[in-house]
């Protein structure tokens, strides 16, 4: 599956902006979704993931209450919705996807198989 992360931009801290993360190649009905992102000088983190049910949620403690990461198998597309944005939320963001036959998610890097090219996003204050 190839996946293609959008959305990115400039915003100030308190703003909002929604990612969005394209696949094709296959469709992600069998697939656990997550963003990823990665700050400069810093390791790749979790951020949220999403069951292939859509029904399992899961979210870093840092953008728990902020962040909602949402999917459309139909239109192959997971979303990540991001509110009250701080300067620390700046980073380039990932969309992954680990293939997996049971309905559930991982927070761990490791596990996607898949990854998109990433989205800059810059939180200025």
């Known amino acids: 599956v190839q996946l293609q992360a959008s959305g990115g931009g400039l915003v100030q801290a308190g703003d909002s902006l929604r990612l969005s993360c394209a696949a094709s190649g296959r469709t992600i009905g069998n697939y656990a979704m997550a963003w990823f992102r990665q700050a400069p000088g810093k390791e790749r983190e979790f951020v949220a993931a999403i069951a292939r049910g859509g029904g399992d949620t899961g979210y870093a403690d840092s953008v728990k209450g902020r962040f909602r990461i949402s999917r459309d198998n139909a239109q192959n597309t997971v979303h990540l919705e991001m509110s009250s944005l701080k300067p620390e939320d700046t980073a380039l963001y990932y969309c992954?996807?680990?293939?997996?036959?049971?309905?559930?998610?991982?927070?761990?890097?490791?596990?996607?198989?898949?990854w998109g090219q990433g989205t800059l996003v810059t939180v200025s204050s």
């Open positions: 992954a996807a680990d293939r997996t036959v049971l309905n559930y998610y991982s927070n761990r890097r490791n596990d996607y198989e898949y």
